[in-house]
């Protein structure tokens, strides 16, 4: 493996050549950020495909989400041609809004990507200002020296687009998030045929999802998803509720028809259902009379005739569904009879949020149906059998798996090498590859890493507070104050403040006596020469106090010490 050593000296020649390197997505679910680079590498140019985001796990306390670290790509910003955007789910283009101003390159993305990028945009105040180009459904187009193509496929939201690369060298093909379906209820199906066009013409490598490569089979059909909804929800008596993934305009679409199939009145509640609606008519993906009234109607609607589309099918604590659940929504209630449709699927670590949701309408008396219930959801991402429809119709001589873990990786590398594909290469995310011309390897590691954006700011995220707050958590803080005056006489009683400790020891006596007593025994045992040593008071005062409070409680707490000179 070449070692990184700076701009001139990253690469494997002077000779031309296409690289590619993830700065997210490879090795995870989330924050897919991608770098194509052509030409020699003392003189590359560069294309960036997504900027998305992630959310932040359980040892990200107080993180809102977690970005990309760009630091590479940002010391090469004069040779970044553009940012494409495959389409705008948050995790390809959740980080644009925070992380574009480091670029400032052009962007470019198709009608109903742009729109919802330019809604975020319009919510935050308007305050960046996005050059985006808005390029057609399966256009082609230049972005400095790249020539691209947007072939259409299907996924969970409109319009996501797969990319073909043509280079001097040879012809990559970026699947973005795909599935096959030819009925997929909103906009064109997946375009077969000039997938199986582009394998004739010739593919050298696939850069490919990931996310079933452990799953069998083929994904079922939205068409097929609506009908079995609409058939559940003609069974029902009294009141349904459905709750999905905001996003997914089919899924909004198909429970809009079945309102009308079966005689009842949609309503809709959470406010970025009603973002993705107005963006999905401006782009027509919605007819325009779809009509939906507002969840403060909910309640003068007759049980039999109201049908409630819902947020928080992810458990988010904020969210319709979960206000719903605790019976805390303003306008909402549901109770005994009612049926609630979970219609999606848990993203992994929102299985126990989602959990509770559920517990809490089954107290209220509703009835729950899931995906394992019954059809009411299927998935947006190649399962098996569609991975190896892809690798028939493309035929690549490489495979570059992405958009996964990396147990998901290798095994999407497994399966295009039992359907022939000559040679794959599992890499993560900072390890760039020289895809063509010639044997794919591994050339260089570029920096990489997370950032939070923590409330306004955007932070680091080795170092810093979210390192303080994950020990604040285990083991709580004790502050103390003490005022010493210049001849080294402690001029007052010391102050203690306790956060997260137990109030007493095992033998009841209140922990905070505990910490003073050890506060004064400390400073009387210094001779007042070295109470004017501020530091080593500090060190002093803290040392003895976690000591202490560790042999009362069998846990060393952060201890704080502020020392006034007076
Ligand atoms: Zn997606
Ligand atoms: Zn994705």
């Known amino acids: 493996m070449a070692e990184h050593k700076g701009k001139t000296a990253r690469g494997s020649g002077g000779e031309s050549e296409l690289v590619f390197v993830a700065l997210g997505g490879l090795g995870e679910i989330g924050m897919n950020s991608y770098l194509y680079g052509l030409g020699p590498s003392t003189a590359r140019k560069w294309l960036m495909v997504d900027l998305g985001l992630t959310f932040p796990n359980a040892n990200e306390p107080g993180v809102d989400i977690v970005l990309p670290d760009l630091r590479f790509i940002e010391g090469e910003r004069e040779n970044l041609a553009g940012l494409l955007l495959t389409h705008a789910h948050e995790d390809h283009i959740g980080a644009v809004l925070d992380l574009w101003p480091k670029l400032k390159c052009p962007i470019y993305a198709t009608p109903f990507t742009a729109g919802m990028l330019n809604a975020k945009v319009a919510e935050n105040g308007g305050r960046v200002k996005l050059p985006i180009n808005i390029v057609k459904l399966g256009g ?28 001097p060298h040879g012809t990559v093909f970026h699947t973005g998030d795909w599935k096959l379906d030819a009925t997929p209820l909103i906009g064109q199906g997946s375009d077969d045929k000039r997938l199986q066009e582009l394998g004739a013409e010739g593919i050298d490598v696939v850069i490919c999802d990931s996310t079933n490569a452990m799953r069998q089979g083929r994904s079922p059909s939205e068409v097929e998803v609506a009908a079995s909804i609409t058939k559940i929800i003609k069974g029902a008596k009294r009141r349904v509720a459905v709750t999905t993934f905001a996003s997914n305009v089919a899924r909004i679409r198909a429970v809009a028809d079945a309102a009308v199939a079966s005689g009842r009145q949609l309503v809709i509640s959470g406010r970025a259902m009603h973002r993705v609606i107005r963006v999905a008519k401006d782009t027509g993906y919605l007819p325009e009379d779809l009509s939906a009234l507002d969840h403060q109607q909910f309640g003068y609607i007759e049980a039999e005739k109201v049908l409630l589309l819902a947020t928080g099918s992810q458990g988010e604590s904020r969210a319709a569904m979960a206000r719903i659940a605790e019976d805390d929504h303003p306008a909402i209630t549901l109770g005994k009879g009612d049926l609630v449709i979970f219609s999606s699927r848990p993203i992994p670590g929102n299985e126990v949020s989602i959990g509770n949701i559920q517990n809490n309408l089954v107290k209220l008396g509703c009835e729950i149906v899931t995906d394992s219930d019954a059809l009411v959801h299927v998935t947006g991402h190649p399962r098996r059998d569609e991975l190896k429809q892809m690798y028939t119709w493309l035929k690549p001589k490489l495979v570059v798996p992405m958009h996964g873990e990396p147990r998901h ?12 594909v000559p040679a794959t290469q599992v890499a993560y995310d900072g390890q760039m590859l020289k895809l063509l011309p010639g044997a794919a390897k591994h050339i260089d590691t570029i920096p990489i890493g997370r950032k939070y954006r923590d409330g306004k700011l955007i932070i680091p995220s080795g170092e810093g507070p979210v390192r303080e707050r994950r020990r604040l958590a285990v083991a709580g803080i004790v502050m103390v104050a003490v005022a010493i005056d210049e001849r080294g006489e402690v001029v007052a009683d010391p102050d203690v403040a306790l956060d997260g400790v137990p109030i007493e020891t095992m033998d009841g006596r209140p922990m905070e006596d505990l910490v003073i007593k050890t506060v004064d025994a400390t400073l009387d045992s210094m001779a007042p020469k070295r109470r004017k040593d501020e530091d080593h008071v500090r060190d002093a005062i803290r040392r003895s106090v976690r000591a202490a409070v560790d042999q009362a409680w069998g846990k060393k707490p952060i201890v704080k010490v502020l020392v006034c000179l007076v």
């Open 140 to 167: 082609r187009f230049n972005i400095g020296p790249f020539d691209l193509e947007l072939v259409t496929l299907a996924h969970s939201i409109p319009e996501p687009s797969a990319v073909v690369f043509r280079t």
């Open 409 to 420: 990786l290798n095994e999407n590398a497994k399966l295009a090498r039992e359907m022939g």
